[in-house]
T-cell receptor
């Protein structure tokens, strides 16, 4: 069974204070690891897909990296608008289809 | 593209009543997913369909829950009878299938409160 664990559960940063969110996973054959952002009252919004260890992807102040056991979402010089819950999910090759198994998320608050 | 459309956005009902949630996936997507989100358990997959056929319903909590996809543009999730522990946000998502990993696009969710 695929499993995803995210840490920390919550993170409070000052504007400009860089940090990283962690996602540890176990999956029987990784098809892809996904990062989503979720704002209050909205559905998850896709950020990145990583496919293999060593891969990195960037979008504005966010950079996602992947190893064989975990992924990190690095946030550089965050702004208040980066406040959201960040969700990590894996898609495995077994079980068929494209289902995602999610972690419980990291709730990020960036303050002025 | 209007994205994944869910209705109703909010539903308040009393224990024992029937609840029906609706979803219109993105045109051209052939996979559809129903997830439930709670503070305690996060996002949990309830059921998913490929080409309108249910593939995995192992996440459906019990017989009170049922889901249908009569055609490629519509799906329903029904709870009968509803219970207070069913209170959660229910998300529908869709994707296309193909080689490699496929991105799921989520709707805005239906917030269900069972009193």
């Amino acid at each position: 069974e695929d499993q995803v664990t995210q840490s920390p559960e919550a993170l409070r940063l000052q504007e400009g204070e860089s940090s990283s969110l962690n996602c540890s996973y176990t999956v029987s054959g990784l098809r892809g690891l996904f990062w989503y952002r979720q704002d209050p009252g909205k559905g998850p919004e896709f950020l990145f897909t990583l496919y293999s260890a060593g891969e990195e992807k960037e979008k504005e102040r966010l950079k996602a990296t992947l190893t064989k056991k975990e992924s990190f979402l690095h946030i550089t010089a965050p702004k208040p608008e980066d406040s959201a819950t960040y969700l990590c999910a894996v898609q495995g090759v077994t079980g068929g289809g494209n289902k995602l198994t999610f972690g419980t998320g990291t709730q990020l608050k960036v303050e002025l | 593209d209007a994205g994944v459309i869910q209705s109703p956005r909010h539903e308040v009902t009393e224990m024992g009543q029937e609840v029906t949630l609706r979803c219109k996936p993105i045109s051209g997507h052939n996979s559809l997913f129903w997830y439930r989100q709670t503070m305690m358990r996060g996002l949990e997959l309830l059921i998913y369909f490929n080409n309108n056929v249910p593939i995995d319903d192992s996440g459906m909590p019990e017989d009170r829950f049922s889901a249908k996809m009569p055609n490629a543009s519509f799906s329903t999730l029904k709870i009968q009878p509803s219970e207070p522990r069913d209170s959660a946000v229910y998300f529908c998502a869709s994707s296309s299938t193909g080689f490699g990993a496929n991105v799921l696009t989520f709707g805005a969710g239906s917030r269900l409160t069972v009193l």
